[in-house]
């Protein structure tokens, strides 16, 4: 008698386009084992997680706020802060509770939701939780979320962890998902720069563009740009390393983008955009200090001899240090290392 496959409940985020991304990758990978529904927080996501995750059950939860609530800004060091005292958390929190127990989940996977990862668990539901990139030590509820987790994943390489993070014995990290690519084709001259921050782009472009450095810019709104005339631009890509083909790239520390950019060979030059627990600025600090890229805080930027000084710096980079965060013997490490963790926790 063949044994029935074991049902996965998978939490998609919808902030940034980097959580849809890793799902379409993780999510085909927890299918040879498992029967796998998709559960969301945003109405608005819908679509977006139809297309790129066709043709799979989709749950979408209640909100938690109310009209009230929206827009509130947050500490992230205080105990559920993200969830307000209120009748929405109420029905949300049952609806989760109560699909649980109705289609009796073998386990959940919960994409940086601590709210959901403590809830899972209160249900006796065996949790899988990706890592939030940062100092997640002042918020309790990540700190609890992390200790109620079975195990947590990461999907970079260990390298770009703090040596202080206190879950290392339980984190799982993935490295790059993404294959090593091959970057001998295309070397061609001046920066590329890839960041959603128009005031980032102007602000490189003021200060190179005066000693004719060519200059390819990818990503913010071509309306607050200012140098188009002189630069060459692109909205979106579907590659990044194909269009941003220079050695040299400014860039921002989103986990996707250093990843990509990192197993493509690049140089890179990070100017984080701020994000909770600092996540990003976390990345660029630890990568600056194992010589793996320059940190370009965008405070220094008014000063256009810091990006300057930070393009000179960026020659001193240590490729080697690069090389050694991907496994070069496997070009699906990662998928190996996720499949285990399914096969450990869940089956």
């Known amino acids: 008698m063949n044994k029935q496959k074991p049902k996965i409940l998978f939490y998609i985020h919808h902030h940034g386009k980097g959580h849809l991304s890793r799902a379409q990758l993780l999510i085909p990978i927890i299918e040879k084992f498992a029967h796998v529904t998709l559960i ?38 205080t105990a559920f802060e993200g969830v307000p005292l209120s009748a929405q958390s109420t029905l949300r929190t049952s609806f989760f509770v109560n699909h649980l127990q109705k289609e009796a989940y073998d386990g959940f996977i919960s994409d940086v939701s601590a709210e959901l ?4 668990r ?4 065996p949790v899988l939780m990706q890592r939030h990139s940062g100092d997640i030590s002042i918020d309790p509820t990540q700190v609890f979320a992390y200790q109620c ?47 959603s921050d128009h005031e980032v782009i102007n602000a490189i472009c003021e200060a190179l563009l005066p000693i004719e450095l060519p200059i390819t810019a990818i990503g913010s709104e071509r ?7 002189k630069i060459t631009y692109y909205e979106k890509v579907s590659d990044i390393t194909h269009s941003a083909n220079t050695d040299i790239i400014f860039c921002s520390g989103g986990n996707n983008t250093l990843c990509e950019l990192l197993a493509a060979g690049k140089k890179l030059i990070v100017i984080p955009e701020p994000r909770p627990y600092e996540e990003q600025t976390a990345k660029a600090i630890r990568l600056s200090d194992i010589n793996a890229a320059v940190h370009l805080p965008k405070a220094e930027l008014a000063n256009g001899e810091n990006i300057i000084k930070a393009l ?33 926790h869940f089956l």
């Open 40 to 77: 969301i927080a945003q109405d608005n996501f819908l679509p977006a997680v139809k297309c790129a995750l066709p043709e799979r059950k989709i749950v979408t939860l209640p909100s938690k706020w109310s009209s009230s609530d929206v827009g509130k800004k947050r500490t992230f060091d």
């Open 117 to 120: 990862t403590i809830y899972a």
């Open 122 to 125: 209160g249900a006796g539901i």
């Open 149 to 195: 987790a079975n195990a947590l994943y990461a999907p970079y390489p260990r390298q770009l962890e703090a040596d202080d993070y206190a879950f290392i014995g339980k984190t799982r990290f993935l490295g790059s998902l993404t294959n090593r690519k091959n970057n001998s084709a295309h070397h061609y001259n001046g920066i590329s720069i890839v960041h």
């Open 223 to 229: 309306s607050q740009l200012h140098y188009l005339d």
């Open 312 to 344: 000179k710096a960026s020659n001193d980079i240590k490729t080697d240090t690069i090389n050694d965060m991907f496994d070069t013997s496997s070009s699906s490490a990662w998928e190996q290392s996720f499949e285990n963790l399914i096969r450990e």
